[in-house]
């Protein structure tokens, strides 16, 4: 695990290099090197978990000295794939140096075969190219600025923007204003882009002017089981979570859980800790305010049950105001997701007594966890007109639930791309223009370049192909970003079982309905939670890890003074006026914290950023 930093005909100091020392504060290294007419410089700082010798050590140069690696990340089937370079003499036991050789030998199209998270950037001196890959679920996050001849690539923003100052792309903040994220490969910035997950980008060096190539590496249809009974989906299921769990506790140092009070982290820590002897530490965050959302009691009970040791912390709004900024600089772009403040605490919890932690992320995607999906399957009831009616029933009888309006207001949409973008929306179209003075135009083409990719077209019904696409956009550019970039900044690595590449193939290869149904969701899951869980646990209220923004975010207090503030950065991009009325309508009882954390997030970014 480590930062990387690399560059084509543009030098770099160890300044920039430091800027990535959190996420690699155990060693640094550099390579430089004239290939083709290009001069390449790699560097990397590196968080040694495995391998903790100078055996792990990068960047990574093949004994034959053709091929050199910076790689961030975590291979977990890296000694299955080892089986298969026996002739290759190792020098240590790290996956960097695995995947070095592996590549070599078998090519970069054999990237599918790497069961892990990683972005990693590989230089091949004799073809005269170099190839930068990010995982297929985005786990890992890979940014690059490509100017004619030049290039920079890096583990976060901050490294590039030293180097290259850019500006604001308002095309861009209207689409994050419509998703709550920034969509792969599009980041605020005009010229600084993330590559796609699951994607690789090819730079030849031969010529002068850089060659850039994008395609996809991780996107093979999908095979049905036949017609399998549930239970035998549950055993299978449970077999190949197992075993991901197994595989993700690959460290040569102290493993933790981050542990809510929900079934996803307890199914994790229950298969964790059935490997280990003494108690794995699990870590909770809770708020000091009373408040719906907590989950330290839940997760405390958990803990107890499992044979843990409990560690938790609490946040309060004092908290939330003192640290907003810093998480906003340390994520790089800006969310609607509030559940960032929660994790930063957690994070720095966890970052005392451990390296690593696993958590139960990414399981509300693969198997039909979320609200909105059974909105989906509500669809085809609908008759059209009832449908189109949808907005308008919200508006008649008064539907104060931002989740419900959403819905209602997707059901007037028969083509699926249509729908699920209303169904994401934060801000809808209109109120984007009013906002910025901007319409919002690029969401629909980005939600199409995955519903083709995915052949989602060819899949049975609209709610897989909704759960397909969440799992490598919305997943990869809010979630799964936020988490690494916090958990990065405190040198913790976090790791996602539920995410392992043959359990999410052997989840999306079963019917939709062993996933969800009308008023149930993650139906296999639930069902092996009832063999190894106990029966409290199960039957807990889903809380999500969020945090009682509604509640801090209600009267006129230190947010309106934020936001309302005249002759501030955020005031040169937006109404204020307009965003008063986003103010004036939680007031009124109309839920909208994520939509006034997305604007207090792009007032701190604007301000360190811009």
């Not at 060096?205 to 994008?214: E, M, Q, T």
């Not at 002759?567 to 109404?575: E, Q, T």
């Amino acid at each position: 695990m480590c930062g990387i930093l690399g560059s084509v005909n543009f030098p770099f100091s160890g300044k920039s290099l430091n800027l990535l020392a959190h996420r690699g504060p155990d060693d640094q290294g550099s390579y430089e090197d004239t290939v083709g007419r290009h001069r390449i410089c790699l560097a990397q700082t590196r968080l040694a978990i495995v391998d903790l010798s100078a055996t792990g050590h990068q960047p990574m140069v093949s004994v034959c000295g053709r091929y050199v690696i910076i790689f961030n990340g975590e291979i977990y089937n890296h000694l299955e794939l080892r089986e298969k370079l026996r002739e290759i003499h190792f020098r240590g036991h790290s996956d960097t140096e695995t995947i070095l050789y592996y590549i070599a030998k078998y090519g970069l199209h054999r990237v599918n075969d790497l069961n892990g998270i990683f972005a990693f950037a590989f230089l091949d001196k004799e073809r005269e190219a170099i190839f930068l890959c990010r995982d297929p679920f985005g786990v890992k996050p890979l940014y690059y600025w490509r100017k004619a001849e030049k290039l920079i690539f890096a583990s976060e923003i901050r490294p590039l923007q030293q180097l290259v100052r850019d500006t604001v792309e308002t095309d861009n903040l209207a689409t994050l204003l419509c998703l709550r994220y920034s969509p792969s490969p599009d980041t605020l910035f005009k010229n600084i882009h993330k590559v796609r997950p699951g994607h690789v980008i090819s730079i030849e060096l031969a010529k002068s002017d850089l060659g850039l190539a994008v395609s996809p590496f991780a996107f093979t249809p999908q095979s049905s089981v036949t017609s399998p009974t549930l239970a035998d989906a549950v055993d299978r299921y449970g077999h190949l979570l197992q075993q991901a769990i197994r595989r993700q506790l690959m460290s040569d140092v102290e493993v933790g859980i981050l542990l809510s009070g929900g079934i996803d982290s307890a199914l994790v820590a229950k298969f964790a800790q059935m490997d280990h002897s003494r108690p794995m530490k699990a870590f909770t965050v809770g708020f000091k305010e009373q408040d719906e959302s907590d989950e330290i009691s839940d997760a405390q009970d958990t803990a107890t049950t499992l044979g843990l040791d409990s560690i938790v912390t609490r946040v309060g709004f004092t908290d939330f105001l003192e640290i907003i900024h810093s998480c906003i600089t340390i994520v790089e772009e800006p969310l609607a997701t509030t559940s960032i403040i929660p994790m930063y605490y957690l994070a720095k919890l966890a970052a005392r007594d451990v390296k690593v932690v696993l958590s139960g992320q990414g399981a509300d995607e693969s198997l039909g966890g979320y609200g909105r999906y059974q909105g989906e399957l509500f669809h085809r009831f609908f008759p059209p007109l009832l449908a189109a009616s949808g907005q308008h029933i919200a508006d008649l009888f008064g539907f104060k639930n931002e989740q419900v309006r959403r819905g209602l207001s997707a059901l007037q949409h028969s083509d699926d791309i249509s729908r699920f973008l209303s169904a994401y929306s934060v801000f809808q179209e209109d109120k984007i223009e009013k906002l910025i003075g901007y319409r919002e135009t690029k969401s629909q083409k980005k939600l199409q370049y995955f519903y083709d990719l995915l052949a989602c077209a060819s899949m049975k019904t609209s709610v897989e192909r909704m759960m397909a696409i969440d799992l490598r956009m919305n997943l990869a550019d809010d979630l799964l970003l936020y988490t690494d970039k916090v958990t990065m900044h405190f040198s913790l690595e976090c790791r996602v079982p539920m995410l392992d590449l043959e359990l999410v193939k052997y989840i999306q290869s079963l019917p939709a309905h062993f996933r969800v149904k009308i008023a149930k969701s993650k139906i296999v899951h639930r069902e092996l939670a009832k063999r190894v869980l106990l029966e409290a646990i199960i039957k807990r209220k889903k809380k999500g890890f969020q945090s009682p923004t509604r509640k801090w975010f209600g009267g006129h207090g230190p947010v309106w003074e934020i936001l309302l503030a005249k002759g501030s950065k955020f005031a040169s991009y937006f109404n204020l006026s307009e965003v008063k009325k986003v103010l004036l309508t939680h007031e009124q009882g109309v839920n909208q914290e994520r939509q006034i954390f997305l604007l207090l997030s792009l007032c701190y970014w604007l301000e360190e950023f811009a």
